[in-house]
């Protein structure tokens, strides 16, 4: 690995860690990095996922006190999370790679919708929800419809999460917003647990069943850079200007899909 790979993969590692912290969809920054550098589809995908775990257990802890009074609910929620993880990443290796390579360029460009439409659902949820009682401890007093509606959608979100993950913060960000009467900030808090959730299940199914496609070197640079970067994540939060990280995050996933339509 070349000086400029190892210092380009550290700040992707970085600025992932931060992004999926604040807003999720940091594999839009990662996966393409590591394309460019002639990785293979899946193993750029296992690595860039176990890589980011690390993050994730920073930028949960960062969130820590949103989540106060809400162990009954995660405790709902992390299961659903837990087996949608494993039914996608065993998707992601069961799949053959050219599926893989078909399937992505797809994953990608509904994450950037999301992420370009998110914060018009955002605003209209935080509406909808600021004329509500924000729950700040238990569990939400929902219909059995809405918590069936719920569940189901934390769990194909967990599923997407497996198998490929960028965007799945944004996902669970609108899906909670809509569903949960919280606060933005303690639904933030709740989807770092969830998308931590996913990411450690998938590795644990990346390492027992296909762990030749695992790039140790990228994971440890990876892990490194964004365990600091969830730390700095959650210390800036809403503080980084909307439309800069919406842009960055809108040509990194353009550029991942121009290399992998070649």
């Known amino acids: 690995?070349?000086?400029?790979?190892?210092?380009?993969?550290?700040?992707?590692?970085?600025?992932?860690?931060?992004?999926?912290?604040?807003?999720?969809?940091?594999?839009?920054?990662?996966?393409?990095?590591?394309?460019?550098?002639?990785?293979?589809?899946?193993?750029?995908?296992?690595s860039s996922s176990l890589g980011l775990v690390a993050g994730g257990f920073s930028g949960a802890w960062g969130y820590r006190h949103e989540l106060t009074g809400l162990k009954p609910l995660l405790m709902r929620l992390m299961p659903a999370s837990l087996l949608g993880a494993v039914v996608g990443a065993l998707l992601l290796l069961v799949l053959p790679e050219s599926a893989f390579a078909t399937i992505v360029p797809l994953l990608i460009a509904l994450a950037?919708?999301?992420?370009?439409?998110?914060?018009r659902l955002n605003k209209w949820a935080a509406?909808?929800?600021?004329?509500?009682?924000?729950?700040?401890?238990?569990?939400?007093?929902?219909?059995?419809?809405?918590?069936?509606?719920l569940l189901i959608s934390i769990f194909a979100t967990g599923v997407y999460g497996g198998y490929f993950g960028a965007a799945q913060g944004v996902l669970l960000v609108g899906?909670?917003?809509v569903l949960l009467p919280l606060s933005l900030q303690q639904i933030t808090?709740?989807?770092?647990?969830?998308?931590?959730?996913v990411g450690l299940v998938a590795a644990v199914v990346f390492l027992l069943v296909q762990p030749g496609q695992i790039i140790w070197s990228v994971v440890g640079i990876l892990a490194v850079g964004s365990l600091a970067g969830g730390y700095v994540g959650a210390k800036v939060g809403r503080r980084m200007p909307p439309w800069l990280l919406r842009g960055v995050i809108v040509a990194i996933g353009l550029t991942a899909m121009v290399v992998l339509l070649r």
């Open 189 to 197: 808090g709740v989807k770092n647990m969830l998308t931590l959730t």
């Open 127 to 149: 509406g909808k929800t600021s004329k509500q009682t924000e729950i700040a401890t238990g569990l939400p007093s929902m219909t059995l419809a809405g918590t069936a509606g």
């Open 175 to 177: 899906i909670m917003s």
């Open 1 to 46: 690995m070349s000086p400029l790979e190892l210092l380009a993969l550290a700040i992707a590692g970085f600025g992932a860690g931060m992004i999926n912290t604040i807003v999720g969809s940091g594999t839009l920054i990662t996966f393409p990095i590591l394309l460019f550098f002639g990785y293979a589809p899946v193993a750029a995908n296992i």
């Open 112 to 119: 950037l919708v999301l992420v370009v439409g998110g914060p």
